[in-house]
């Protein structure tokens, strides 16, 4: 999310005549745009994805599947050597498991999505998970996905709320 000044800027960068998309060459991107996409498990889709130039390619941990998943480790490896960026949805709330995860897959990004709604104990034990996760893998990046409140308000947290408490260890 861009914030002020800087932000408008970039708007207008972007809608300016001179820099129309459509007026660019094929693949032409500005810098600052990063592409992101998930859910790709193999290693013949992550070339596809390099293929179209995207950034960031995460891959999803089902634990239904087995933990130690080769293709799926092998899919990670080919991001990283490819020079993107790779993350890793792990679908456990459970410390000892995403360590474990983070041992085996050895992701640059770690994106957790447990769903902490915005009850109180359930945005505690996730940012307990994530506290621990961050003290034991401080070379992992860690990102957060964060319900977004109903309108109305309610109980529990808001969502601006949620994100400062986790800003600190995300």
């Not at 600052?32 to 179209?52: A, N, R, S």
């Not at 950034?55 to 990283?80: C, M, N, W, Y």
């Not at 459970?94 to 640059?108: C, F, K, M, N, Q």
Request: hydrophobic share 35%; glycine share 6%.
């Amino acid at each position: 999310i861009h914030k002020g000044r800087q932000g408008c800027q970039f708007w207008e960068h972007l809608h300016s005549p001179a820099n129309r998309i459509d007026d660019q060459p094929k693949g032409w991107r500005p810098s600052q745009l990063i592409t992101q996409v998930y859910e790709i498990q193999t290693p013949t889709d992550v070339e596809l994805m390099i293929d179209l130039g995207v950034d960031h390619i995460g891959s999803v941990l089902v634990p239904d599947h087995g933990f130690k998943q080769p293709t799926l480790r092998e899919a990670i490896t080919e991001v990283k050597s490819a020079q993107r960026i790779s993350s890793l949805i792990p679908l456990c709330g459970e410390l000892d498991a995403v360590l474990l995860a983070i041992d085996y897959y050895r992701p640059d990004i770690l994106h957790l999505c447990e769903n902490i709604s915005h009850a109180e104990a359930a945005a505690t034990k996730a940012f307990d998970l994530q506290s621990s996760i961050r003290r034991r893998c401080p070379e992992v990046k860690l990102m957060r996905s964060l319900p977004i409140a109903p309108s109305g308000g309610g109980s529990g947290e808001t969502t601006l709320e949620l994100a400062k408490r986790f800003e600190s260890i995300s």
